[in-house]
């Protein structure tokens, strides 16, 4: 059966710090894994990753795949209040149309 | 602005009521997808849509119906015979073909059973 687990399910800490969310994942036939950001409502889209080893970035966000050992890495480095949020790691496999997503890691970042 | 509505946000039902959700995109997106999301379990797959009049079931299907009889809308019915229906229910769409695997959510509507 295909799975994604996140670790951990929830963090909390201080602004400046720099955190790791962790997602792995056992899917049939790989294609894509996705991270997103939920504040409460809509999730909202970070990264798209389908090869391994290729980081992608976007200000004070990171994200890494690795293929070989079924994981990817969310970094947040500098956190501030407005990072606080439930992240999602969803996987898709080659076949079909769906999405398999995480339980997700719960963040706070306390002033 | 292109997106997704979901109406309505927050819906209270009494027990044995069908309640319907609406889900209408302007992305012109063919893919669309019902996901229901509760506390420490992620968000699972209720019912997918790829056409217009055509619609698979997702892992937890039962209680609950749909229908594309549009390209832009996928509402959803929660019926009386689902046993627990009080959840946050989040739809979304993506565009069909291999380079497009993004999806794209709505705000979501909160069901409360009475």
């Known amino acids: 059966e295909d799975k994604v687990v996140q670790s951990p399910l929830s963090l909390v800490v201080h602004e400046g710090d720099t955190v790791t969310l962790n997602c792995s994942y056992e899917v049939t036939n790989f294609r894509s894994l996705l991270w997103y950001k939920q504040e409460k409502k809509a999730p909202t889209f970070l990264f798209m990753l389908t090869s391994s080893g290729i980081e992608k970035k976007s200000g004070r966000l990171s994200s890494i795949l690795d293929k070989k050992e079924l994981f990817s890495i969310l970094n947040i480095t500098a956190t501030q209040t407005g990072d606080s949020a439930v992240y999602l790691c969803?996987?898709?496999?080659?076949?079909?149309?769906?999405?398999?997503f995480g339980t997700g890691t719960s963040l706070t970042v306390i002033p | 602005d292109g997106g997704i509505t979901q109406s309505p946000k927050y819906l209270f039902r009494k027990e044995g009521q069908n309640v319907t959700l609406s889900c209408e995109q302007n992305l012109n997106h063919d893919a669309m997808y019902w996901y229901r999301q509760d506390p420490g379990q992620g968000l699972r797959l209720i019912y997918y849509?790829?056409?217009?009049?055509?619609?698979q079931k997702g892992d937890i299907a039962e209680g609950y119906s749909v229908s594309r009889e549009k390209k832009e809308s996928f509402p959803l019915t929660v019926t009386s015979a689902q046993k627990n229906p009080t959840a946050f229910y989040l739809c979304?769409?993506?565009?069909?073909?291999?380079?497009?695997?993004?999806?794209?959510f709505g705000a979501g509507s909160r069901l409360t059973v009475l």
């Open positions: 979304a769409s993506k565009v069909q073909g291999a380079g497009a695997n993004v999806l794209t």
């Open positions: 969803a996987v898709s496999p080659n076949t079909g149309n769906q999405f398999y």
């Open positions: 849509s790829q056409i217009v009049n055509d619609f």
